[in-house]
């Protein structure tokens, strides 16, 4: 055991953690950041993403010894740093309880079962630190090591899109569902 | 969930320091680079270490830097940042290109160049839990004495599976190693044609940078290179075919030097100089140009012959290799790589 | 029992909807949104244990002896169970409970349970379970049912009424079909293969028990079904129930493939009581594939009868269905692989024949569009292939064989609510069918394909005459309003469905409900999260609750402001009149009404009316209320490589009203991803060893964001006469389409007839080079 000093959502933690714990271990089961999931054991599926000095990787294959002295960010520290944010700059109007990227995710219904929702959302939020407004086929690339296996990654995609259209203070682009349909038929009216 | 086995993790933050470790481990240690790839395999049994020396905390392994005629691409660079870098994509873009289709984004976050070419050799049979291949027997790569691909096979042939190396094969990379000495050895001596023992480094010995020539750049001669990959998904899986292409062409656009390479087919990655020497003297800009690229799809099949080793169909494999091959030709000679496996 | 709480689709307010049909976000999607939401591994106890199992490496193997001393003596070790610990069988329908938690004689799969350990921490489980000696002997496994069928001994399980490894057989015939076929003017017919997927949902398995101070046992488990699995955990564990509660927290995807009580909910319980330690038990991934529960592989042949216009009239169905090495659902499997498609078109004379049989392999069970996937992709393709024989457009072939609504099905299924015929206007109006079908360049191609599935079924698992849902409602003078219910919100949005309508109901903000579910201690008893049976069953219990509670809220204000009832306005969280003359906060009416009629609270529960054919099985399949769906798939094949791209589905789905058309939306996108990806990518298959031949979501490739097209959901309402508001499903049916209108796009790119599943890019490669010889 090695007493380790991580920096986790801008806190330093000081914990005894054997050579071999990898970073998801130690956020799980020692910081209790339960947010960071499980789901394939051994970088399959990017439900354990984490930013590490912004840039999403797998703490399932990240040594936590390894990691002292860079900045980790898991889905709990999103809201509390946007918050934190809000209330440093004056300028900002709105300060929800959610960071942007969040928000966006709860309003497109992006969260279905929400297992692949943390590190997605991770994901997502590097994406638009370094684009603000990207391309369908760039959000796509951006969350392809994040496997979902509820929505389809559409709401995903369009998650993404609505937070930059909110950056960018557009408007909405409507979904498939929002088009106007044909007139009913007739049939099955009651 | 899987656990990693105990081991000793060692952190030398020099060059010098991590060798003499090695040394003092011992053929138990193993460097670890960005752990995509052995930390899989420690927590599947399918590799065992006592002592991991980490590279993170070396300066100097990690950086892509011009020198003399030379780009320089120290071992730990993550494979991200190759993919990225400028000069790689402007100089040297099959390089670039391979990178980018390694596995998903995180992995290429933190997997490195040097990682990539030292991957562990992959089989269908030996990728799986302790519990899974003691159900099965085990296999000659590790803890068994049968090959489940070819009967009665002596000789593993877990295939390689590294993106990047064909790229640099292509390229005619150079690797400089550090041992008892510094050493600098053609790519393609790394390898061996064992899938149990693919790697020719002795257990001391560090990979420390990747040299790769840069093309000339004048009126009088081009280079153009591409990657070209077959997977099941877009994303995340290793190669069930890599092929990579570097084409020179003269100011009539003939080819004047080719070089290709593939992976995922044996335990090394492949060097095609027969293949190659098909382009040889042909007219890109003319009809010639599909019917060489006929021609060396068809000594290709002959050459590459898939084996059941890694998932997937290999007589699908096989038919592919003309396929891929003329695609990544033709994207080379465009600059339109990489080419994936999306229809044309 | 008697159809009762009818609701209908009207709402007894005057107006328009406030919170329903409008997109509302998830009662719980700002905590799944920061990291808060709970999944049972994000549990920790005070003194908590960790268990592992030890798994069969043999397909098939009689257990002599087990050896457990060693494991017993290792330190850290609390406590080691056999099958001897845990006999009594189970299995989530009653008439073929051939499950036990842990081997008792036979293991059956590689992979099958066979002991647990309990320890301080996984690795030291784990390195115990090594140490635990079986003594097996080897039997012969059958890894194909041909191959069960073919060799009766030893049997897999033995069952003197099914002997020869027969799991189940059902032959059902309704009208002529072997006369249809003699008179028909065109007789299609042909073989089909589906090759059985899973569920693969992405948070693993895992249960956590606690034994009680107080003498009790509480179980936390990632769970679709917390009533079954209470039942299930009292008989196997000998507890009384109201000595157990089942909680399922937060679940990270299930589609299925939670809805068996599993080995791990047992030895996790076991081993609790036992140490008199809390014991959590989490499964490798690779533990989740050999529980799988997944899609049956199916050979099925088929042959469909017509006239010379197109109509059809009869259908002969045979199916061979790989059942793996237990029954689970696989009674409702087979009888559903038959009872379901009789719709949404009209034939008269149908037959099924349909055996499911046991083989050494994971037991197959209900995955999304249970039963009813595999033959509905037969059925959908041999009509294109009718359509092709009568050159008629496959969208006019199925328009001239509406089922249409209010009437009955061949099968004497009835059906109330159909927009079958508008989801077809939908697809062909947003695909620019009629302007590009068969005008596409060689390789690009459009098919369709549509399906019906139920909306719940009144057949609960064990017979009985109680609700099948049901909710309980408390509200107070803090203008909270809290609804418990047993129904389990699996990620579909149950909870938010329900949320929904009690705020609508009773005027509330969506915000001033809380939700309580899945708690079998706290929530009446809902049967759980399967057949799609939630937003219709449990959202009309919940209309039933909402609307007793409504009348005293009325009732109070009415006395209060000297009105009449019909003159009070409950909306957005206040109470007043039409005319607006009167104005108070919710919270201020509740406290009449708390006044007035004392503590508040009310039940709602609700019912199925008595359906189904009269006879044997009749109500299996027998829906209150059924589902439709149209795809249109377009497909870009390369006759190169093989390689099909999926690159767009309209889905039209008539979902009888959308209570929240982000979460109805959120199903149809999830449903054609995930039949595209089963059709494309995804394989469940057990090598010639009997092992799983890659048990890893690397190798059980699930298609990731680069390789899913786009997905364009249309909703399409019916307003169904029985569902709540008039609702019906969304979260299985419109998988169905996905998978044959794929095929039927490949047929327009390329004039391949692809019969076999997958479509991997080596057998399409296969049938372009098969088509270019047969064309030469």
Same mark, same amino acid.
């Given at each position: 055991?090695?007493?380790?000093?991580?920096?986790?959502?801008?806190?330093?933690?000081?914990?005894?953690?054997?050579?071999?714990?990898?970073?998801?271990?130690?956020?799980?089961?020692?910081?209790?950041?339960?947010?960071?999931?499980?789901?394939?054991?051994?970088?399959?599926?990017?439900?354990?993403?984490?930013?590490?000095?912004?840039?999403?990787?797998?703490?399932?294959?990240?040594?936590?010894?390894?990691?002292?002295?860079?900045?980790?960010?898991?889905?709990?520290?999103?809201?509390?740093?946007?918050?934190?944010?809000?209330?440093?700059?004056?300028?900002?109007?709105?300060? *929800?309880?959610?960071?942007?990227?969040?928000?966006?995710?709860?309003?497109?219904?992006?969260?279905?079962?929400?297992?692949?929702?943390?590190?997605?959302?991770?994901?997502?939020?590097?994406?638009?630190?370094? *684009?603000?407004?990207?391309?369908?086929?760039?959000?796509?690339?951006?969350?392809?090591?994040?496997?979902?296996?509820?929505?389809?990654?559409?709401?995903?995609?369009?998650?993404?899109?609505?937070?930059?259209?909110?950056?960018?203070?557009?408007?909405?682009?409507?979904?498939?569902?929002?088009?106007?349909?044909?007139?009913?038929?007739?049939?099955?009216?009651? | 969930?899987?656990?990693?086995?105990?081991?000793? !993790?060692?952190?030398?933050?020099?060059?010098?320091?991590?060798?003499?470790?090695?040394?003092?481990?011992?053929?138990?240690?193993?460097?670890?680079?960005?752990?995509?790839?052995?930390?899989?395999?420690?927590?599947?049994?399918?590799?065992?270490?006592?002592?991991?020396?980490?590279?993170?905390?070396?300066?100097?392994?990690?950086?892509?830097?011009?020198?003399?005629?030379?780009?320089?691409?120290?071992?730990?660079?993550?494979?991200?940042?190759?993919?990225?870098?400028?000069?790689?994509?402007?100089?040297?873009?099959?390089?670039?290109?391979?990178?980018?289709?390694?596995?998903?984004?995180?992995?290429?976050?933190?997997?490195?160049?040097?990682?990539?070419?030292?991957?562990?050799?992959?089989?269908?049979?030996?990728?799986?839990?302790?519990?899974?291949?003691?159900?099965?027997?085990?296999?000659?790569?590790?803890?068994?004495?049968?090959?489940?691909?070819?009967?009665?096979?002596?000789?593993?042939?877990?295939?390689?599976?590294?993106?990047?190396?064909?790229?640099?094969?292509?390229?005619?990379?150079?690797?400089?190693?550090?041992?008892?000495?510094?050493?600098?050895?053609?790519?393609?001596?790394?390898?061996?044609?064992?899938?149990?023992?693919?790697?020719?480094?002795?257990?001391?010995?560090?990979?420390?940078?990747?040299?790769?020539?840069?093309?000339?750049?004048?009126?009088?001669?081009?280079?153009?290179?591409?990657?070209?990959?077959?997977?099941?998904?877009?994303?995340?899986?290793?190669?069930?075919?890599?092929?990579?292409?570097?084409?020179?062409?003269?100011?009539?656009?003939?080819?004047?030097?080719?070089?290709?390479?593939?992976?995922?087919?044996?335990?090394?990655?492949?060097? !095609?100089?027969?293949?190659?020497?098909?382009?040889?003297?042909?007219?890109?800009?003319?009809?010639?140009?599909?019917?060489?690229?006929?021609?060396?799809?068809?000594?290709?099949?002959?050459?590459?012959?898939?084996?059941?080793?890694?998932?997937?169909?290999?007589?699908?494999?096989?038919?592919?290799?003309?396929?891929?091959?003329?695609?990544?030709?033709?994207?080379?000679?465009?600059?339109?790589?990489?080419?994936?496996?999306?229809?044309? | 029992?008697?159809?009762?709480?009818?609701?209908?689709?009207?709402?007894?307010?005057?107006?328009?909807?406030?919170?329903?049909?409008?997109?509302?976000?998830?009662?719980?999607?700002?905590?799944?949104?920061?990291?808060?939401?709970?999944?049972?591994?994000?549990?920790?106890?005070?003194?908590?244990?960790?268990?592992?199992?030890?798994?069969?490496?043999?397909?098939?193997?009689?257990?002599?002896?087990?050896?457990?001393?060693?494991?017993?003596?290792?330190?850290?070790?609390?406590?080691?169970?056999?099958?001897?610990?845990?006999?009594?069988?189970?299995?989530?329908?009653?008439?073929?409970?051939?499950?036990?938690?842990?081997?008792?004689?036979?293991?059956?799969?590689?992979?099958?349970?066979?002991?647990?350990?309990?320890?301080?921490?996984?690795?030291?489980?784990?390195?115990?379970?090594?140490?635990?000696?079986? *003594?097996?002997?080897?039997?012969?496994?059958?890894?194909?049912?041909?191959?069960?069928?073919?060799?009766?001994?030893?049997?897999?399980?033995?069952?003197?009424?099914?002997?020869?490894?027969?799991?189940?057989?059902?032959?059902?015939?309704?009208?002529?079909?072997?006369?249809?076929?003699?008179?028909?003017?065109?007789?299609?017919?042909?073989?089909?293969?589906?090759?059985?997927?899973?569920?693969?949902?992405?948070?693993?398995?895992?249960?956590?028990?606690?034994?009680?101070?107080?003498?009790?046992?509480?179980?936390?488990?990632?769970?679709?079904?917390?009533?079954?699995?209470?039942?299930?955990?009292?008989?196997?564990?000998?507890?009384?129930?109201?000595?157990?509660?089942?909680?399922?927290?937060?679940?990270?995807?299930?589609?299925?493939?939670?809805?068996?009580?599993?080995? !791990?909910?047992?030895?996790?319980?076991?081993?609790?009581?036992?140490?008199?330690?809390?014991?959590?038990?989490?499964?490798?991934?690779?533990?989740?594939?050999?529980?799988?529960?997944?899609?049956?592989?199916?050979?099925?042949?088929?042959?469909?009868?017509?006239?010379?216009?197109?109509?059809?009239?009869?259908?002969?169905?045979?199916?061979?269905?790989?059942?793996?090495?237990?029954?689970?659902?696989?009674?409702?499997?087979?009888?559903?692989?038959?009872?379901?498609?009789?719709?949404?078109?009209?034939?008269?004379?149908?037959?099924?024949?349909?055996?499911?049989?046991?083989?050494?392999?994971?037991?197959?069970?209900?995955?999304?569009?249970?039963?009813?996937?595999?033959?509905?992709?037969?059925?959908?393709?041999?009509?294109?292939?009718?359509?092709?024989?009568?050159? !008629?457009?496959?969208?006019?072939?199925?328009?001239?064989?509406?089922?249409?609504?209010?009437?009955?099905?061949?099968?004497?299924?009835?059906?109330?609510?159909?927009?079958?015929?508008?989801?077809?206007?939908?697809?062909?109006?947003?695909?620019?069918?009629?302007?590009?079908?068969?005008?596409?360049?060689?390789?690009?191609?459009?098919?369709?394909?549509?399906?019906?599935?139920?909306?719940?079924?009144?057949?609960?698992?064990?017979?009985?005459?109680?609700?099948?849902?049901?909710?309980?409602?408390?509200? *107070?003078?803090?203008?909270?309003?809290?609804?418990?219910?047993?129904?389990?919100?699996?990620?579909?949005?149950?909870?938010?469905?329900?949320?929904?309508?009690?705020?609508?109901?009773?005027?509330?903000?969506?915000?001033?409900?809380?939700?309580?579910?899945?708690?079998?201690?706290?929530?009446?008893?809902?049967?759980?999260?399967?057949?799609?049976?939630?937003?219709?069953?449990?959202?009309?219990?919940?209309?039933?609750?909402?609307?007793?509670?409504?009348?005293?809220?009325?009732?109070?204000?009415?006395?209060?402001?000297?009105?009449?009832?019909?003159?009070?306005?409950?909306?957005?969280?206040?109470?007043?009149?039409?005319?607006?003359?009167?104005?108070?906060?919710?919270?201020?009416?509740?406290?009449?009404?708390?006044?007035?009629?004392?503590?508040?609270?009310?039940?709602?529960?609700?019912?199925?009316?008595?359906?189904?054919?009269?006879?044997?099985?009749?109500?299996?399949?027998?829906?209150?209320?059924?589902?439709?769906?149209?795809?249109?798939?377009?497909?870009?094949?390369?006759?190169?490589?093989?390689?099909?791209?999926?690159?767009?589905?309209?889905?039209?789905?008539?979902?009888?009203?959308?209570?929240?058309?982000?979460?109805?939306?959120?199903?149809?996108?999830?449903?054609?991803?995930?039949?595209?990806?089963?059709?494309?990518?995804?394989?469940?298959?057990?090598?010639?060893?009997?092992?799983?031949?890659?048990?890893?979501?690397?190798?059980?490739?699930?298609?990731?964001?680069?390789?899913?097209?786009?997905?364009?959901?249309?909703?399409?309402?019916?307003?169904?006469?029985?569902?709540?508001?008039?609702?019906?499903?969304?979260?299985?049916?419109?998988?169905?389409?996905?998978?044959?209108?794929?095929?039927?796009?490949?047929?327009?790119?390329?004039?391949?007839?692809?019969?076999?599943?997958?479509?991997?890019?080596?057998?399409?490669?296969?049938?372009?080079?098969?088509?270019?010889?047969?064309?030469?």
């Amino acid at each position: 055991m090695e007493v380790l000093s991580l920096k986790v959502n801008g806190d330093t933690r000081c914990l005894a953690a054997a050579p071999q714990a990898t970073l998801l271990e130690v956020l799980r089961e020692e910081l209790g950041l339960t947010g960071c999931k499980q789901g394939c054991d051994k970088g399959d599926c990017g439900a354990c993403t984490v930013l590490l000095d912004g840039q999403p990787v797998l703490a399932c294959l990240t040594l936590a010894a390894l990691v002292q002295g860079r900045e980790i960010t898991t889905i709990e520290g999103l809201a509390p740093a946007h918050r934190r944010r809000c209330a440093e700059s004056p300028c900002a109007s709105k300060q *929800d309880k959610l960071h942007p990227v969040q928000d966006a995710f709860d309003e497109a219904g992006a969260l279905q079962c929400g297992f692949c929702q943390s590190g997605m959302i991770l994901s997502a939020t590097a994406l638009l630190q370094r *684009d603000d407004d990207p391309k369908r086929e760039t959000i796509r690339e951006a969350l392809s090591g994040n496997l979902c296996r509820c929505t389809g990654y559409t709401q995903i995609i369009e998650a993404v899109e609505r937070a930059s259209d909110e950056h960018a203070g557009r408007e909405h682009r409507p979904r498939a569902w929002e088009q106007p349909a044909t007139e009913p038929a007739g049939e099955g009216e009651s | 969930m899987l656990r990693l086995p105990p081991f000793e !993790l060692l952190r030398p933050s020099s060059l010098e320091e991590a060798r003499s470790l090695l040394v003092e481990h011992g053929p138990g240690a193993r460097p670890l680079a960005g752990g995509t790839d052995l930390l899989v395999n420690l927590k599947l049994g399918s590799t065992e270490a006592q002592t991991l020396v980490s590279l993170a905390a070396i300066p100097e392994l990690c950086g892509i830097r011009e020198e003399a005629g030379e780009l320089v691409i120290g071992a730990m660079t993550p494979l991200a940042q190759v993919a990225a870098s400028e000069v790689v994509r402007s100089r040297i873009p099959v390089l670039a290109q391979a990178a980018s289709v390694v596995a998903s984004p995180q992995l290429r976050a933190m997997g490195t160049l040097g990682g990539n070419l030292l991957l562990d050799t992959r089989c269908q049979w030996i990728n799986q839990s302790h519990f899974w291949r003691a159900a099965l027997g085990f296999c000659l790569k590790k803890d068994g004495s049968k090959c489940h691909v070819v009967e009665k096979g002596k000789r593993c042939v877990a295939a390689a599976s590294n993106d990047t190396a064909p790229a640099l094969l292509v390229l005619g990379a150079r690797l400089v190693v550090l041992g008892a000495q510094e050493r600098s050895m053609p790519l393609a001596e790394l390898y061996s044609s064992d899938g149990a023992q693919h790697l020719t480094l002795a257990a001391d010995e560090l990979l420390v940078e990747v040299r790769v020539p840069l093309p000339e750049q004048s009126a009088r001669s081009t280079q153009h290179s591409a990657y070209g990959k077959l997977r099941r998904r877009a994303s995340i899986d290793f190669p069930l075919l890599g092929l990579a292409a570097n084409l020179e062409l003269d100011e009539s656009k003939t080819v004047r030097a080719a070089s290709l390479a593939a992976v995922a087919l044996s335990a090394q990655p492949l060097s !095609l100089p027969k293949v190659a020497a098909a382009l040889l003297g042909v007219e890109t800009s003319g009809a010639q140009l599909e019917r060489a690229i006929v021609a060396a799809g068809a000594l290709a099949q002959r050459r590459l012959k898939p084996l059941d080793n890694i998932p997937g169909d290999a007589w699908w494999r096989r038919e592919m290799v003309p396929v891929l091959l003329g695609r990544t030709l033709r994207a080379a000679l465009s600059d339109t790589g990489p080419v994936n496996g999306d229809p044309q | 029992m008697a159809a009762r709480d009818q609701h209908g689709p009207q709402a007894p307010w005057r107006g328009e909807f406030r919170v329903l049909t409008k997109p509302q976000r998830k009662v719980d999607g700002a905590a799944k949104a920061t990291g808060e939401a709970l999944f049972t591994d994000d549990l920790a106890l005070p003194g908590m244990l960790y268990a592992r199992t030890l798994r069969s490496p043999h397909a098939h193997a009689r257990i002599r002896s087990i050896d457990t001393q060693a494991a017993r003596a290792l330190d850290g070790v609390h406590g080691v169970i056999t099958g001897a610990d845990l006999p009594q069988s189970y299995g989530v329908i009653p008439w073929t409970q051939d499950e036990t938690a842990l081997a008792t004689d036979r293991v059956r799969f590689v992979g099958d349970e066979v002991a647990a350990v309990a320890a301080v921490d996984e690795r030291t489980a784990e390195a115990a379970c090594a140490l635990i000696e079986v *003594d097996f002997e080897v039997l012969p496994a059958r890894l194909t049912p041909e191959e069960a069928l073919a060799n009766p001994e030893p049997a897999i399980h033995h069952n003197e009424r099914r002997p020869g490894n027969i799991s189940k057989h059902v032959k059902l015939e309704f009208g002529d079909v072997d006369g249809a076929a003699a008179q028909a003017a065109q007789v299609v017919e042909g073989d089909f293969s589906f090759h059985g997927t899973t569920h693969a949902a992405i948070e693993p398995h895992c249960a956590l028990a606690r034994p009680d101070a107080d003498g009790r046992l509480t179980l936390w488990s990632a769970t679709q079904i917390t009533h079954y699995l209470h039942r299930a955990l009292a008989l196997v564990l000998g507890l009384a129930p109201e000595k157990i509660r089942v909680i399922q927290p937060c679940l990270g995807g299930a589609f299925g493939g939670k809805s068996d009580p599993f080995s !791990l909910e047992f030895c996790a319980a076991k081993l609790a009581l036992i140490t008199g330690r809390p014991v959590k038990l989490l499964w490798t991934r690779e533990e989740v594939f050999y529980a799988h529960r997944g899609r049956h592989p199916m050979q099925m042949h088929y042959r469909t009868s017509s006239d010379g216009e197109g109509h059809l009239t009869g259908v002969d169905a045979r199916l061979l269905i790989d059942g793996g090495a237990y029954s689970s659902f696989g009674l409702v499997t087979t009888y559903y692989s038959g009872q379901l498609l009789t719709g949404p078109y009209d034939f008269p004379s149908y037959r099924f024949d349909a055996t499911r049989v046991f083989t050494n392999k994971p037991p197959c069970g209900p995955k999304r569009g249970h039963g009813s996937v595999q033959p509905r992709f037969a059925f959908e393709v041999q009509l294109d292939e009718l359509a092709e024989r009568l050159q !008629l457009d496959p969208i006019e072939l199925r328009r001239r064989n509406l089922l249409g609504e209010n009437t009955t099905t061949v099968n004497g299924q009835r059906i109330t609510s159909n927009g079958f015929a508008r989801c077809l206007d939908e697809v062909e109006r947003a695909s620019g069918w009629r302007e590009r079908r068969g005008r596409l360049p060689r390789g690009h191609g459009l098919g369709v394909a549509g399906s019906m599935y139920i909306s719940g079924t009144n057949y609960p698992v064990y017979p009985n005459d109680m609700p099948q849902g049901g909710v309980q409602l408390k509200l *107070d003078r803090s203008g909270l309003v809290t609804l418990f219910t047993g129904a389990n919100d699996i990620g579909q949005g149950s909870s938010t469905v329900l949320a929904g309508i009690v705020a609508e109901e009773l005027g509330v903000e969506p915000e001033a409900v809380r939700v309580v579910a899945a708690d079998t201690d706290l929530c009446p008893v809902d049967l759980g999260a399967y057949s799609s049976r939630v937003t219709f069953m449990v959202g009309n219990a919940a209309i039933d609750g909402a609307r007793k509670l409504r009348r005293q809220v009325l009732a109070a204000l009415a006395q209060e402001w000297e009105v009449a009832e019909e003159e009070i306005l409950l909306a957005g969280g206040r109470a007043g009149l039409f005319n607006g003359d009167r104005d108070l906060p919710m919270r201020e009416a509740f406290v009449l009404a708390e006044t007035r009629f004392e503590t508040l609270g009310a039940t709602g529960s609700y019912n199925t009316p008595t359906l189904g054919g009269d006879y044997r099985g009749g109500t299996i399949g027998a829906s209150p209320a059924y589902s439709f769906t149209a795809h249109v798939v377009e497909v870009r094949v390369d006759c190169e490589t093989g390689v099909i791209r999926c690159e767009k589905v309209w889905i039209a789905h008539d979902c009888g009203r959308a209570l929240n058309p982000v979460l109805v939306a959120g199903q149809m996108e999830g449903s054609a991803y995930m039949g595209i990806a089963e059709a494309l990518f995804e394989h469940h298959t057990i090598n010639s060893r009997g092992l799983h031949a890659g048990p890893s979501l690397l190798d059980y490739p699930l298609a990731t964001s680069v390789d899913t097209p786009e997905l364009a959901a249309l909703i399409v309402e019916s307003i169904d006469p029985e569902g709540p508001y008039g609702a019906k499903e969304a979260g299985e049916g419109p998988l169905h389409p996905s998978l044959p209108a794929l095929a039927n796009a490949v047929h327009d790119a390329l004039g391949l007839r692809l019969r076999e599943l997958p479509f991997t890019p080596g057998r399409v490669l296969r049938a372009l080079r098969s088509q270019a010889e047969a064309g030469s």
